[in-house]
């Protein structure tokens, strides 16, 4: 097992492009969620998944933002018009259910939109 | 709702000194988890820790310790004869198993710094 995967590690993009991301979780982690970090703050919860099912999403997520987990497996993230403050690090995790055994973060994508 | 308070913004000391890492929570559900994650420059969140509401004992892993109060809602790490490598931003978090589902709630990290 390889930990969580996150593609692209960087995207830079012009403003109002869209962009999708990808992340493959730890393989028998049936939740997975996405967090976003902007510079010198802590990471902030932008949805979570349990299989395929979107069970949770933050007041950030908005609906430029979508994210989707068809099979339960892989999730992608894609933010359509994208605005300089989308700029920031997009994390990605995996756990089992609860996050009882703690929660596997990816390495991240950093997006910069100019 | 949850908040995770880390008043310390940076921390520089020298090498083999002792660090203390306060990290103060606040949540009203009384069936609560808390983390550390460490955050080295090339970006990934390392786990460190968890603990659960219902165990005040604290954990000694090697060099570091941790410190869970709740009588303070505290739950401080503490890193004893830092070294370089241990220079990286630390997260502490929280997760509620109520009112929320399990998403995690994080501090706004302090940055360690360990000079020779």
């Known amino acids: 097992d390889t930990g969580v995967s996150q593609d692209p590690r960087h995207k830079i993009t012009k403003r109002g492009q869209n962009v999708t991301f990808r992340c493959d979780p730890i393989?028998?982690?049936?939740?997975l969620y996405w967090y976003r970090q902007t510079l010198g703050q802590g990471p902030e919860f932008l949805t979570y998944?349990?299989?395929?099912?979107?069970?949770?999403k933050s007041r950030l997520l908005s609906d430029r933002f979508s994210a989707e987990r068809p099979k339960g497996s892989f999730s992608t993230l894609e933010i359509q018009r994208t605005e300089q403050g989308d700029s920031a690090m997009y994390l990605c995790?995996?756990?089992?259910?609860?996050?009882?055994?703690?929660?596997?973060f990816g390495s991240g994508t950093r997006l910069t939109v100019v | 709702a949850q908040k995770v308070t880390q008043a310390q913004t940076e921390i520089s000391v020298v090498e083999k000194e002792d660090v203390t890492l306060d990290c103060v929570y606040e949540?009203?559900?009384?069936?609560?988890?808390l983390f550390w994650y460490k955050q080295p420059p090339s970006g990934e969140l390392v786990f460190l820790i968890r603990r659960n509401s219902f165990d005040e004992q604290n954990e000694i892993s090697g060099r570091y310790s941790w410190n869970f109060q709740k009588s303070t809602s505290s739950f401080n790490f503490t890193i004893t004869a830092s070294q370089v490598v241990d220079s990286a931003v630390y997260f502490c978090a929280l997760s509620a198993l109520t009112g929320g589902g399990n998403k995690l709630t994080f501090g706004t990290g302090t940055q360690l710094k360990v000079e020779l």
């Open positions: 393989s028998e982690h049936n939740r």
């Open positions: 998944f349990q299989n395929e099912a979107q069970l949770e």
């Open positions: 995790a995996s756990s089992l259910v609860q996050g009882v055994h703690g929660y596997t």
């Open positions: 949540t009203r559900d009384t069936t609560y988890y």
